[in-house]
């Protein structure tokens, strides 16, 4: 039986790469703080460390204990435009966090490390956005992302960690923590909705994203250890269309049959069109097609509806509030 470590498996994608895992036959030990999880989103079937990558005795301790296969890293907490007033807590949770990772993976020679990367490493390269592109991230996220990406390529060449990186984007569903104001507008309207409230949107609500539904992320995560030419390549995956801010906002309100006006914010400091060409993840994983916004967004408006609507807590770590936007600090 393999074993695979999914940090931040009581997550988002990670909740759904672990029960991959588990449905492809493998031993799963699930690290995450709980700080964007919910511990009920962990499959009964794994092993359940409450704990943080930044912990680095309890990173050794595990990867002492348990001889991983291999590793899935899908910890990180994931606001790009928060990231520029977080900076140190940005770095510390998905730079050096990861490094702990990377370093107790080369000592105990794991067979790969698979990291969830970003399209936010992109920056504001025109889309859509290529893997042979160079990188060019324009907010603390997106560095901290690309820096990894560049730590496990020098891993590689240096000690022979194998690893495949993805660039997923926008992606929505299930188990996403929808109480979380600072990220994941699906989630964010969502709740909205269900609290009758507004739908905020920064700026005219014209930018454009790849609304990404997450069985068609997960499973291809999980399952590159068995695709051999994935080994040390990087992977754009996610949806193919893209859509604005806008028409994301008419589909969810069709789909959970409630309208609120729109709340247009001041426009903040981000990248105003993002999406990727997937055709080397097309090629490699033989995916033919992707899970359509109206059939994905009706999908997780069933599953919000049955858990309900959740409090935005506010975040607490703010280390710069100039230009921090007024909504973040209400």
Request: with cysteine; net charge negative; charged share 20%.
């Amino acid at each position: 039986m393999m074993t695979s470590l999914v940090t931040g498996g009581a997550g988002f994608i990670g909740a759904h790469v672990t029960n991959e895992l588990i449905q492809m036959g493998h031993k799963v030990v699930v690290l995450d703080d709980l700080s964007g999880g919910f511990e009920d989103h962990v499959n009964e079937q794994a092993i359940f460390i409450k704990g943080s990558v930044t912990d680095n005795e309890l990173v050794q301790e595990l990867f002492e204990k348990y001889k991983f296969n291999y590793v899935y890293h899908l910890a990180a907490y994931a606001a790009e435009g928060l990231s520029h007033f977080i900076r140190r807590f940005n770095y510390e949770n998905n730079l050096i966090g990861s490094i702990n990772l990377i370093n107790e993976s080369i000592k105990h020679k794991v067979e790969r490390f698979v990291f969830t990367s970003s399209i936010a490493v992109y920056g504001a390269l025109p889309p859509p956005m290529k893997e042979d592109m160079h990188p060019q991230p324009e907010d603390p996220y997106g560095v901290a992302k690309y820096a990894v990406e560049l730590d496990l390529k020098t891993a590689h060449e240096m000690f022979g960690l194998n690893y495949t990186i993805f660039r997923p984007h926008n992606v929505y569903g299930e188990y996403q923590n929808i109480g979380d104001k600072y990220r994941n507008v699906v989630g964010i309207f969502m709740n909205q909705l269900m609290q009758g409230q507004s739908l905020s949107v920064f700026g005219d609500g014209k930018q454009t994203r790849a609304f990404s539904y997450i069985g068609d992320v997960a499973p291809y995560i999980a399952n590159c250890v068995n695709v051999p030419d994935s080994v040390n390549e990087v992977f754009n995956l996610g949806a193919d269309q893209e859509y604005t801010v806008l028409e994301l906002a008419e589909a969810i309100q069709q789909a959970m049959g409630i309208n609120q006006p729109i709340m247009h914010l001041e426009a903040r400091n981000e990248v105003v069109h993002a999406h990727a060409d997937h055709s080397k993840a097309k090629l490699i994983f033989a995916i033919s097609e992707f899970t359509s916004l109206v059939d994905g967004i009706k999908k997780m408006a069933l599953w919000a509806e049955k858990v309900g609507s959740r409090k935005s807590d506010k975040f607490e770590n703010i280390e710069i509030t100039e230009k921090l936007p007024p909504f973040w600090s209400a």
